[in-house]
């Protein structure tokens, strides 16, 4: 599944793809289109920027073949980039595994994720948790496998992170509107279990805290506009 990219990922995608779909607006959409499109019997969700550990897929099927009773597999992530601000990124995802407010499902049985009845394509942030939110009101069991998902942060820059985090505020705020019940996924508390960690890496622990205000401030940014628009949509 592309976006509409102009920079040759549609020719490496045809060359090494059985199926290539450009579509958009944003990646809810696209996903839904994707598992529209898929003929097997599992449907695993993955981005660009992530990298896949050799048993992966296999440890998936293994899960949903002998274990009839689970119909959502959460993938733990790990991350990895270039420079100290990625280092801090690596840290801070360490301590998000296992975290029920944080990881969110990634692969279904195909009839499973038919049931949930797909993405929420009016979510471009918020998507993942918004999905898990579904599947556990249906009573589906989730498990976890123990390879990982590598995610490639590349060069973090503080100034990209809060526009991206302002861009996202708006789903964010909506999200919270609907699931006002939701607000762990946000304040993630089960950091706090992880002290002796944090003080065990106090100058990356210092640069995750700087890099979290400059998120945190654009995601606030992005709510409060989202906010203030609804207000003036609203009849006098």
Not at 39 to 54: A, C, K, N, Q, R
Request: hydrophobic residues 40%; contains cysteine; charged residues 30%.
């Amino acid at each position: 599944m592309d976006n509409k990219s102009n920079d040759g990922t549609d020719e490496v995608g045809r060359a090494m793809a059985d199926i290539f779909i450009s579509a958009g607006p944003e990646r809810s959409a696209q996903r839904n289109r994707g598992f529209e499109a898929g003929t097997g019997d599992i449907v695993f969700f993955i981005d660009s920027d992530m990298v896949l550990e050799p048993r992966v897929c296999a440890d998936i099927v293994e899960v949903f073949t002998n274990r009839p009773e689970v119909g959502a597999v959460i993938v733990p992530e790990r991350s990895f980039g270039e420079g100290f601000l990625a280092s801090c990124r690596e840290l801070e995802k360490s301590l998000y595994v296992g975290d029920d407010d944080v990881e969110a499902a990634r692969a279904f049985p195909m009839d499973v994720f038919r049931e949930i009845g797909g993405w929420d394509e009016t979510l471009t942030a918020a998507e993942d948790w918004d999905l898990s939110d579904r599947t556990r009101a249906l009573g589906i069991q989730f498990a976890r496998i123990n390879s990982w998902i590598w995610h490639d942060e590349g060069r973090i820059s503080l100034v990209a992170q809060y526009k991206k985090k302002q861009y996202y505020g708006r789903w964010v705020a909506e999200y919270l509107q609907r699931h006002p019940e939701a607000k762990g996924h946000i304040s993630r508390p089960g950091v706090l279990s992880h002290t002796p960690t944090l003080a065990r890496h106090p100058v990356k622990t210092s640069g995750m805290v700087v890099l979290k205000a400059f998120e945190v401030a654009g995601l606030a940014k992005g709510m409060r506009n989202y906010t203030k628009s609804e207000k003036a949509k609203a009849p006098a």
